[in-house]
């Protein structure tokens, strides 16, 4: 088992790239890793309500979902 940092530095202006390090946390999780967060620059605002709510990245489910399902892991997110 390995303990696994993402670190995310997109925002909402690309959707797709923001949603990576929740993507990733939770593939590691489900995979029996364990995951942690790191969010900075432009990622930080992604811990706002208004903001996860309204990122959809391309192929993936919206962030509102990956950010339920990381936070039902309990995968600690540092801001």
Do not use: C
């Not at 990733?24 to 029996?32: D, R, T």
């Not at 992604?46 to 959809?56: F, G, R």
């Amino acid at each position: 088992m390995a303990k696994i940092v993402f670190i995310g530095s997109h925002g909402f202006e690309n959707p797709t790239k923001s949603a990576f390090p929740f993507i990733l946390a939770n593939g590691a999780i489900e995979a029996g890793h364990q995951a942690e967060i790191s969010l900075f620059g432009d990622a930080v605002i992604l811990m706002k309500d208004a903001v996860v709510n309204s990122v959809v990245p391309v192929g993936w489910p919206p962030l509102k979902e990956l950010l339920a399902t990381t936070t039902k892991n309990r995968v600690p997110i540092y801001v």
